[in-house]
């Protein structure tokens, strides 16, 4: 029997399992998970100590944590160690952030697209492989770390970013498979790795997956911090950690290279795995060294084209240090057999003759020019973010929160992605939204998207519509 009456007891949340047909602790799970789906339980809420629980539902200690435990491992509640568990920032939303259909007559500027620049100039380079008598012996299986002349053409791929590494280079079937394959083969269900309070949703959606808890890292200035990062790894138990150091998505920001350093000071010293995405490095002018550079043997350094020169171009190379290369490679085995050797052909050809880096410069090109007409239609707003960055912050006035707004611009035919869809555990999201200024098909169609934007920023902040 409970040992407190809880009839006028200040619980956060009671959960009823008066017709219960599965085991309690799912049942339980599946209660939580439906009352944060469904709104009543509030990003924020904390919920009530596991021990009073326990004792409101008459139930042992062990049911509710291995409730919580399944809820966690889904990135429905956060723990937070001193403070108590609490219902995650972004439980209730989507985290796949993919583009609309193109029959949904929306202006897409959520996901994060190059423009068809690249698209074009591969096709016409395929067209020309495809002429080769030898095209065909394109369609058998590949090595995991490719020819040695495809190794050189990545090394010099690294070379445009500032980065000259001797470490093994083994190939994905782009960024995500790469982060994917790195967090299978090196971590286990349950355990913890670091993040920016704000980062990419596509580390979430593969964190949730592998039942692994992204904790977030505190920061100043956008950055983090070595006392957070120490503390994370002594007191929240963090065996590894996940940064975008250039053009971070979704802030934009690029890192010091002082933090860069740090980073890799702390990675050697406690012997924390880093995951360096590269994913936007290749689109910087002015080049910052990488991480890896300052830890070789801590960091995984993943380089994709996916965002710089072509969606399509699923490739990724991956930098790791000898003693993770195995793991890393019979995970990637167990998920792609093998990387379509015609794409590591098509890269590395792009790569050698020049023709990426003619894309890369267009690429900037237009992309300055599709900066300027944010400039010019939210230069009396907050937006973060270089010329050459494919995507912008834009912070918002205090009468909107993120999803408001990403809520009021759906309604009016614009695809834009808040602030929370990015944020980890129960840190609480700036009012913001993420902009891809690249994602448009024209400069037209952008044009009239930051029309529609600036207008809805302009309005009172009343987001109620009529159908």
């Known amino acids: 029997m409970p040992v407190n009456s809880f009839d006028e007891y200040p619980m956060s949340w009671k959960p009823d399992l008066s017709n219960v047909s599965v085991p309690l602790y799912i049942a339980i799970a599946d209660q939580l998970q439906q009352d944060i789906i469904e709104g009543r339980l509030a990003p924020g809420t904390k919920l009530p100590p596991q021990r009073e629980l326990a004792d409101f539902l008459d139930v042992n200690l062990s049911t509710i944590s291995r409730a919580f435990k399944l809820c966690g491992q889904k990135g429905l509640i956060y723990a937070s160690i001193g403070s108590g568990t609490f219902v995650s920032s972004d439980a209730a939303t989507n985290k796949m952030l993919l583009p609309t259909s193109s029959s949904s007559h929306m202006i897409e500027m959520g996901s994060v697209l190059p423009a068809n620049i690249g698209n074009e100039e591969v096709s016409q380079y395929m067209k020309k492989m495809l002429s080769n008598p030898n095209f065909s012996k394109l369609f058998q299986y590949g090595r995991p770390e490719g020819s040695a002349w495809q190794t050189e053409a990545a090394k010099?791929?690294?070379?445009?970013?500032?980065?000259?590494?001797?470490?093994?280079?083994?190939?994905?079937?782009?960024?995500?498979?790469?982060?994917?394959?790195?967090?299978?083969?090196?971590f286990q269900p349950g355990d913890r790795i670091g993040t920016d309070p704000i980062t990419y949703a596509g580390i979430k959606t593969a964190a949730n997956m592998l039942g692994i808890q992204l904790v977030a890292i505190q920061q100043k200035n956008g950055e983090i911090t070595k006392e957070g990062l120490l503390y994370a790894c002594k007191n929240e138990h963090i065996k590894g950690l996940y940064v975008i150091p250039d053009f971070h998505n979704p802030t934009t920001h690029t890192m010091s290279v002082e933090t860069r350093k740090m980073i890799g000071e702390v990675a050697r010293k406690t012997g924390l795995i880093v995951i360096e995405d590269a994913i936007y490095s290749l689109l910087k002018e002015n080049l910052v060294a990488p991480i890896?550079?300052?830890?070789?043997e801590q960091v995984i350094y993943i380089a994709s084209m996916s965002k710089a020169i072509s969606p399509g171009l699923r490739l990724a190379f991956i930098v790791t240090p000898v003693a993770y290369k195995k793991k890393i490679v019979e995970t990637l085995y167990n998920m792609n057999i093998s990387v379509s050797v015609m794409m590591v052909e098509l890269a590395s050809r792009l790569i050698q003759e020049g023709i990426t880096h003619t894309i890369l410069e267009k690429q900037r090109s237009y992309t300055k020019e599709q900066n300027t007409l944010v400039d010019h239609y939210l230069g009396d707003y907050q937006v973060l973010g270089d010329a050459e960055c494919i995507f912008r912050w834009l912070l918002l006035p205090e009468k909107f929160t993120g999803m408001q707004f990403e809520l009021l611009a759906s309604k009016a035919g614009v695809q834009v992605y808040a602030a929370e869809r990015f944020a980890v555990g129960n840190?609480?999201?700036?009012?913001?939204?993420?902009?891809?200024?690249?994602?448009?098909e024209s400069s037209v169609e952008l044009e009239q998207g930051l029309k529609v934007l600036k207008e809805l920023l302009e309005s009172d902040g009343d987001y109620a519509f009529v159908d």
Request: net charge positive; charged share 10%; proline share 8%.
């Open 156 to 186: 010099s791929l690294f070379e445009k970013v500032g980065y000259q590494t001797d470490q093994p280079i083994i190939l994905a079937a782009g960024g995500q498979n790469g982060i994917v394959g790195s967090l299978l083969g090196l």
């Open 292 to 296: 890896a550079s300052y830890a070789p």
């Open 427 to 440: 840190a609480k999201p700036v009012n913001a939204v993420r902009l891809a200024v690249t994602a448009p």
